[in-house]
């Protein structure tokens, strides 16, 4: 399995800022995931990071909320735009485990970063 | 419009005891079902089932799934104050993953 890391780990932030968040992970992989998780929720995906190429984003989700980088195939960065308490949750990024003899695959989480929109 | 229920939605039992938890789905191509743990953050990988009627097994954890009536179990037996946490049951369905809502277990010492 791959290990990711994100920072920050958690962030109090005020309405109307941005905020970065980054996923390193100790190999190369094809695709990588941005999950949020609201309080008391499932897990929501909101894009698949797609190196050279833009991310693609789930319905509900758009790129001038939530941008997102993919420079390379170890590291990807998702930004929160123009915070609002509605931002508070938990992010999310994962990725890909090896793939079962029949082609299906489990997918790997970093640690979390847990935000606050104050 | 693919779809993963899980039951029950929160389940609390006395250290000791063997605990089920059910997870049913509706997905239009079936690769995979993902069982994971949630403590605090991040969620971590338990098993993946793809084949029917084969149980996974980890220590007091095993799994098994159903691909004709559409659903797995998990269960945690002699259980511990350390298994309280969410556990979450995933679909890969095309490479998407669906989430159910989790099922959050508290187990009393």
């Known amino acids: 399995s791959a290990v990711i890391s994100q920072k920050p780990s958690r962030d109090i932030c005020q309405r109307g800022t941005s905020l970065t968040i980054q996923c390193q992970v100790d190999?190369?992989?094809?695709?990588m995931f941005w999950y949020r998780q609201q309080p008391g929720q499932s897990l929501t995906l909101i894009a698949t990071?797609?190196?050279?190429?833009?991310?693609?984003?789930e319905s509900g989700f758009v790129i001038d909320k939530f941008p997102i980088s993919r420079p390379n195939l170890t590291f990807s960065t998702l930004t929160v735009s123009n915070m609002s308490p509605e931002d508070s949750s938990i992010y999310l990024c994962?990725?890909?485990?090896?793939?079962?003899?029949?082609?299906?695959?489990?997918?790997?989480f970093g640690p979390g970063t847990r935000l606050t929109v104050t | 419009e693919d779809k993963v229920v899980q039951s029950p939605l929160s389940l609390v039992v006395h250290e000791g005891d063997t605990v089920t938890l059910n997870c049913s789905y509706e997905?239009?191509?079936?690769?995979?079902l993902l069982w994971y743990k949630q403590e605090k953050k991040a969620p971590t990988f338990l098993f993946m089932l793809?084949?029917s009627g084969i149980e996974k097994k980890s220590g007091r954890l095993s799994s098994i799934l159903d691909k004709k009536e559409l659903f797995s179990i998990l269960n945690i037996t002699a259980t511990q104050t350390g298994d309280s946490a969410v556990y979450l049951c995933?679909?890969?369905?095309?490479?998407?993953?669906?989430w159910g809502a989790g099922t959050k277990l508290i187990i009393k010492p």
């Open positions: 994962s990725v890909l485990g090896t793939g079962s003899p029949r082609g299906s695959y489990e997918q790997y």
């Open positions: 190999s190369q992989v094809t695709m």
């Open positions: 990071a797609n190196q050279g190429s833009e991310a693609t984003y």
């Open positions: 997905v239009t191509n079936f690769r995979s």
């Open positions: 793809t084949s």
């Open positions: 995933a679909v890969d369905s095309n490479y998407q993953l669906i």
